[in-house]
């Protein structure tokens, strides 16, 4: 089992900035890649950015690239997610995922069934 804490959400205003923490604890071992996803209220969960356990694969949703970055820090197990430029439309609840199956590309962990554990996720209100 692996456990994730979601935290570093609030309110801005558009044009700000966010930095999103997901912090992992348990059988981090089996994890090939790490996750962040964002549901609007009355929306489908849309995958955002992903990032491999190790070594230096990314892949980002076309909405976020040049805003968002993502990147992690594998002696504390966190994942960070860099949010800037933020626009009203990127408010959403932000949910970390972790995923134990290896897929040759990174662009095979955009796909929100292959992730194995998720975490609660943290509110990020964007105001105009």
């Known amino acids: 089992q692996v456990q994730l804490v979601e935290s570093g959400g609030g309110l801005v205003q558009a044009g700000g900035s966010l930095r999103l923490s997901c912090a992992a604890s348990g059988r981090t071992r ?3 890649a790490m996750g962040w996803f964002r549901q609007a209220p009355g929306k489908e ?3 955002v950015a992903t990032i491999r356990w ?3 694969g990314t892949y ?3 909405f976020v690239k040049g805003r968002f970055t993502i990147s992690r820090d594998n002696a504390k197990n966190t994942v ?3 949010m800037n430029s933020l626009k009203p439309e ?3 609840v932000y949910h970390c995922a972790a995923s134990n199956r290896p897929y040759p590309s990174t662009a095979n962990y955009s796909v929100r069934g292959r992730y194995d554990y ?3 996720g943290t509110q990020v ?3 105009s």
């Open 30 to 32: 089996s994890t090939y």
């Open 54 to 56: 190790s070594g230096s």
């Open 60 to 62: 980002y949703a076309d």
């Open 125 to 127: 209100t964007v105001s």
């Open 80 to 82: 960070y997610l860099q």
């Open 118 to 120: 998720w975490g609660q």
């Open 45 to 47: 969960r849309e995958f």
């Open 90 to 92: 990127d408010t959403a």
